[in-house]
């Protein structure tokens, strides 16, 4: 853990939860670091499960950077394990009290945007923060990149209410969501537990990859509903936006020319195909399986390495990128 002068001076605790993400998660660090002030943010990756260079990684990004990060390394691939092992250990150290920032390791936020959701949460009332997604599709395939462009125009955007990979809570917040059980989407968990009016959604944008592949897009949104359904069990909504129509928001779109035909066809087409592959999971017991997207972690192990060389470059010419 950080010297207690540092952690006292953090205006943040980022969490981080990494299972086998060696490819992505020095990415993800360099982003976060790289314009922070050296004790500006209390870091902790929980590696959890991992056989791959993930631990490795965290030392060596960091080292590059400049900044102190910690490593947990539990043996059980689990998210929902990773993060009440991080509860424990922040406790235990004290740091309780700390606004407290949750980063997927596959996504990018930046220093300056971390700052700001981390602020948001300050006072004394429970809080919920939430940054606004940004999809890259640079990499999927034409069929992915349609179904995205109907997606946007589905409303997500403007209704987003889960953090799908970003989320900042105060003392107060923690306090309100507890020990995280053991659910296949704990975004929706969280967002769950606090009425509209404690989010808050900042102007900030941070970078999720899309699937690469329409298999592994429709694997990833079968995860997606089991998760929602799980949750309409165990957390109902606490409130429901009088206006949400994802199917009248589309149908808009193409009318209105903003989104082809032929996007809207993929988007439905995904959307069946994802609800039956659900419904598959649900009857052979599988709904809650590890199911890692592979296709946007598969960078090459020349690639990450290239990632930690400009990390290192930019810490000796004390360069941001």
Avoid at 91 to 113: E, F, M, N, W
Avoid at 191 to 199: M, N, P, Q
Avoid at 204 to 231: D, K, M, Q, T, Y
Avoid at 289 to 303: I, K, L, P, Q
Wanted: hydrophobic share 45%.
């Amino acid at each position: 853990m950080l010297s207690e002068s540092a952690a006292a001076s953090a205006s943040a605790v980022v969490v981080i939860p990494a299972h086998n993400e060696a490819t992505v998660l020095g990415r993800c660090l360099s982003a976060l670091l790289a314009g922070a002030g050296p004790d500006e943010f209390d870091v902790l990756v929980v590696s959890n499960g991992s056989v791959d260079a993930t631990v490795e990684i965290v030392t060596e990004v960091g080292a590059a950077l400049g900044h102190h990060v910690d490593v947990l390394d539990l043996p059980v691939a689990s998210k929902s394990g990773a993060l009440r092992a991080a509860d424990e250990f922040l406790v235990a150290a004290g740091r309780q009290h700390v606004p407290r920032l949750y980063l997927d390791a596959d996504v990018i936020l930046t220093s300056d945007a971390a700052r700001r959701v981390a602020a948001s949460v300050r006072g004394n009332e429970p809080r919920l923060a939430l940054a606004r997604i940004d999809v890259d599709v640079s990499a999927s395939s034409w069929l992915v990149r349609q179904y995205y462009r109907a997606w946007l125009a589905s409303g997500y955007i403007a209704r987003q209410d889960a953090g799908s990979g970003v989320f900042a809570l105060n003392a107060a917040g923690l306090e309100r969501v507890g020990a995280f059980p053991d659910v296949i989407n704990d975004d929706g968990y969280v967002a769950r537990s606090f009425d509209k009016e404690e989010r808050v959604v900042c102007d900030v944008p941070f970078r999720s990859f899309a699937a690469r592949s329409v298999a592994a897009l429709v694997r990833r949104r079968a995860r997606i509903v089991n998760g929602n359904r799980e949750l309409d069990r165990l957390k109902p909504r606490t409130s429901t936006a009088d206006d949400e129509n994802p199917a009248a928001d589309l149908l808009g779109a193409v009318m209105n020319r903003r989104v082809s035909p032929i996007s809207a066809a993929v988007f439905v087409a995904v959307t069946a195909a994802a609800r039956a592959l659900a419904w598959w999971r649900r009857a052979t017991g599988s709904a809650g399986r590890w199911s890692t997207d592979a296709s946007t972690r598969s960078e090459s192990a020349g690639a990450a390495a290239e990632t930690r060389q400009r990390a290192a470059t930019r810490s000796m010419i004390g360069g941001t990128p």
